[in-house]
Every structure is written in structure tokens, then in C-alpha cells.
């Protein structure tokens, strides 16, 4: 009995995390439709990813992001308080 319980709760987190991984895919698809067009609109793609730096930080959900192009660095953090 504890067999088949364990076997049913297995499956049902498989399929949450499925489903999980489902939405996370259509969101990044999404902000990826949005933000490639504003990049490529701009002088350089090295140009448009600096500009903007923070909606990739938000695109991958991070804390923190850093591009190197071409020998020079750009950055963009969260300053999200940690709670304690």
C-alpha cells in the first residue's frame, strides 16, 4: 500500500514539475519575442544588449548579470533585501 502511495506521489510531482518546465518555456519564448526585436532595432547588437542589460537580468530572473563585449563589461543587479 505504501508502495503504490509513494508510486502515485512520484508521478503527480513529475507532472507538476512538467508543467512547471511547460510555462517556464512559453514565458522565456515570449520575452525573448519581445526583447530580440528592441536589440536588433539598435545601432549594434553589442550596443542593444548594453542598453539593455537589466531586461536580461529580468528575462533569466537573476540576481545579477554581466555581459563582456568586445573588453568592456556591463552590469545590472537586483537589490533585493534578504529577509532573515
Known sequence: MCRRVGIALDQAISRLEEENTQREALRLTRRREEIL???AAADSVAAGLR???DELRRLIAADGIALL???ESSAAASLRRKRR
Open 51 to 53: 542598453a539593455n542589460v
Open 37 to 39: 526585436p528592441v536589440i
Open 69 to 71: 563585449l568586445d573588453s
